[in-house]
């Protein structure tokens, strides 16, 4: 089975400009999440999405958005990009949602790096 | 306080020798953790997960988990070459309704020939 894809593996945007990015989860799974990591951290949590619908986001400013179609594909846009939006980012998927929660293993796409130059 | 810390390292350990990696978090509520591995301009890779207080065992991984002391730990047992790369903990939170991982910044880790 293939894992998470995400496209395009690299970007290369200016100041201002907006940029979408594009996740597809592992067959089967049903939540999508996405990450930011900035060169030297650890990756930071900005949306998830489960069945189509946005469960919750992070410390992340409007210019971030996100959706979920009905294959559990997804997108990430981001407006009026900033020079400290260069980052690597992240596509993760898990499974179900159970009465706890996802389930709670989430699998990583190769990312997107992003450069604004 | 940072929710996860980790030593950023660099870590070096000899190839053979144990490799121990460290991380502590500030939720005391906290249930799951995880361990992943990063090599350089690669994504993330789930080595293992832990919710139970004590050891959990994986080939020659070692996940160690102390909810009193809010401490985790890795272990990896005759270290390799391969084995060099940047191990994030991470520990599941919740945000609104959404469930997240909240991760270290990192630990880096070289193994010596």
């Known amino acids: 089975d293939a894992g998470v894809t995400q496209s395009p593996t690299h970007l290369i945007k200016t100041r201002g400009q907006q940029v979408t990015l594009r996740c597809s989860p592992i067959?089967?799974?049903?939540?999508v999440s996405w990450y930011q990591q900035v060169l030297g951290q650890g990756p930071q949590f900005i949306f998830q999405?489960?069945?189509?619908?946005?469960?919750g986001r992070g410390n992340f400013p409007d210019r971030f958005s996100a959706r979920q179609f009905p294959n559990y594909s997804s997108e990430l846009n981001v407006n009026a990009l900033l020079l400290g939006d260069s980052a690597l980012y992240l596509c993760?998927?898990?499974?179900?949602?159970?009465?706890?929660?996802?389930?709670?293993?989430?699998?990583f796409g190769p990312g997107t790096r992003l450069l604004v130059l | 306080q940072k929710e996860v810390e980790q030593n950023s390292g660099p870590l070096s350990v000899p190839e053979g020798a144990i490799a121990s990696l460290n991380c502590t978090y500030s939720d005391r509520g906290s249930q799951s953790f995880f361990w992943y591995r990063q090599y350089s301009g690669k994504s993330p890779e789930l080595i293992m997960f832990?919710?139970?207080?004590g050891d959990k065992e994986d080939g020659r991984f070692t996940a160690q988990l102390n909810k009193a002391s809010q401490y985790v730990s890795l272990l990896i047992r005759d270290s390799q070459p391969s084995d060099s790369a940047t191990y994030l903990c991470a520990v599941k939170g919740w945000t609104q309704g959404a469930q997240k991982l909240v991760f270290g910044q990192g630990t880096r880790l070289t193994i010596n020939p």
């Open positions: 067959s089967g799974h049903k939540s």
């Open positions: 999405y489960y069945e189509k619908e946005e469960r």
């Open positions: 993760a998927s898990s499974l179900i949602w159970t009465s706890g929660g996802p389930q709670e293993t989430q699998y």
């Open positions: 832990i919710y139970s207080n």
